[in-house]
């Protein structure tokens, strides 16, 4: 089987699924993920498969899906070793953002209509693999669109400052209590607020403002945000 496989992007992190919406799924495109056990001691590759958005499970792509996975079995994924040794390899898939104490190393593996993202966990001899799978026309079309940020406005409508797709928001209380949100591109005019228990919310960029003030928090750039535009944001305006 031919395929294009090369270390995860920065902009691509965002995109590897550790954060799931319905909706969101939908607009990316994201079909499912595979988590599997690459023993040293096992011979039997151990897998499950977990749909996200079931309708675009098509025979198409398990079969796509399927001749990936053996050709990557046939290859790097033939032992935690091998594997392990790719890694090494392609010291620029090295996750750094990892919570975990374990080794973590990302690539995206594209094979026409499906783009998969892979993540392998390394704890002692042992391996643990997640594998998501998209459509490669919807993810692309989202990654696009992404690029361009998240605006986060104040009250009046002026851009604050505008966030990276997957980038990291500090919200403080009035009692000076902090908690930390993931925010994911949904389209130009909404976002998905992820909390630490990765529960999902959907808000009109527009509307943001006022729910936080509504909540009383104050909303602050965890991760790095990209320059401001200083013009105002309307509802239906494009950025």
């Known amino acids: 089987m031919e395929m294009n496989i090369h270390s995860i992007l920065p902009e691509e992190i965002a995109a590897m699924g550790g954060h799931s919406n319905r ?27 977990h749909d996200r958005t079931p309708r675009l499970n098509t025979p198409e792509f398990t079969d796509d899906f399927n001749d990936m996975m053996d050709t990557l079995r046939q290859g790097i ?24 104490a374990d080794t973590r190393h990302g690539f995206r593996i594209n094979t026409g209509r499906y783009s998969y993202w892979m993540v392998c966990s390394f704890f002692s001899t042992d391996c643990r693999l997640w594998v998501n799978a998209f459509s490669f026309l919807s993810l692309d079309r989202y990654m696009r669109e992404a690029r361009n940020g998240i605006p986060i406005l104040d009250l009046q409508g002026h851009e604050r400052f ?31 607020l992820f909390d630490e228990l990765r529960q999902s919310s959907i ?27 200083q013009k105002p944001h309307r509802k239906g305006q494009e950025r």
């Open 77 to 100: 994924l033939k032992s935690p070793a091998e594997l392990r040794a790719y890694c090494a390899a392609h010291p620029d898939s090295l996750l750094h953002d990892n919570p975990s």
């Open 162 to 192: 505008r966030m990276p797709d997957g980038g990291k928001l500090k919200a403080v209380s009035p009692n000076g209590r902090s908690s930390f949100w993931t925010i994911r591109y949904l389209d130009t005019e909404q976002a998905v």
């Open 203 to 229: 808000h009109a960029v527009q509307e943001l403002p006022e729910w936080a003030a509504k909540n009383g928090l104050h909303l602050l750039p965890l991760d790095p945000p990209m320059r401001a535009s």
């Open 23 to 49: 909706v969101l799924n939908e607009k990316t495109g994201c079909i499912g993920y595979l988590t599997a056990n690459l023993n040293a001691s096992a011979p039997v590759f151990e897998s499950s498969w």
